[in-house]
T-cell receptor
């Protein structure tokens, strides 16, 4: 049973560069979520996909951030023109929708991508 | 806006002790509450999920309770072991029509637990 996989685990880049992260959810999970976590804080929601449709976006997701899930399987999160404040752990989670539309299925998290901006 | 608070921020106990971690939330319009464990530099591992209609859930040495009306949940760990050392986070999912963003978990900052051998 493979869990949620994220790549890369660590990314170090200079301010102003673009970065892209990838998330592969658990294979039968149709829901995918991105969160951001800074040191000493709990994760904060960024965006949510059901299959390939992006259904929710947080106000934290500025226009420098874009997320895609083109075939309803893996997802990418791109940050353009990175800033110091983007340094964080970016976490991906997935879940099933269960028997009923709104779900009591738990969200399963990957190990995250740690982004450091120099 | 939902706010989740976890007290204490850090806790150190000797091995073998039973302990309780606390979680409170300001908006009782929740669909469920999840407890997670996070090891340093790692992602989150789901421990227990309590539906809003439930009072408690148990898994092995872990027992989580939920009092939705008072906005509180507790995670009870029995006979603690050094391997239980980690940060424990609680998170709530809002009800579908609360207007809060239906699928986004709101997390507390966590309680860092150290179990001393």
């Amino acid at each position: 049973d493979t869990g949620v996989s994220q790549d890369p685990r660590h990314k170090i880049t200079k301010r102003g560069q673009n970065v892209t992260f990838r998330c592969d959810p658990i294979s039968e999970h149709n829901r995918l979520y991105w969160y951001r976590q800074t040191l000493g804080q709990g994760p904060e929601f960024l965006t949510y996909f059901q299959n390939e449709a992006q259904l929710e976006k947080s106000r934290l997701l500025s226009d420098r951030f874009s997320a895609e899930r083109p075939k309803g399987s893996f997802s990418t999160l791109e940050i353009q023109r990175t800033e110091q404040g983007d340094s964080a752990m970016y976490l991906c989670a997935s879940s099933t929708s269960g028997m009923v539309g709104y779900s009591n299925q738990p969200q399963h998290f990957g190990d995250g991508t740690r982004l450091s901006i120099l | 806006k939902q706010e989740v608070t976890q007290i204490p921020a850090a806790l150190s106990v000797p091995e073998g002790e039973n302990l309780v971690l606390n979680c409170s939330f300001t908006d009782s319009a929740i669909y469920n509450l999840q407890w997670f464990r996070q090891d340093p530099g790692k992602g989150l591992t789901s421990l227990l999920l309590i539906q809003s209609s439930q009072r408690e859930q148990t898994s092995g040495r872990l027992n989580a309770s939920l009092d939705k009306s008072s906005g509180r949940s507790t995670l009870y760990i029995a006979a603690s072991q050094p391997g239980d050392s980690a940060t424990y986070l609680c998170a709530v999912l809002p009800t579908l029509y609360s207007g809060a963003g239906s699928y986004q978990l709101t997390f507390g900052k966590g309680t860092k637990l150290s179990v001393i051998p």
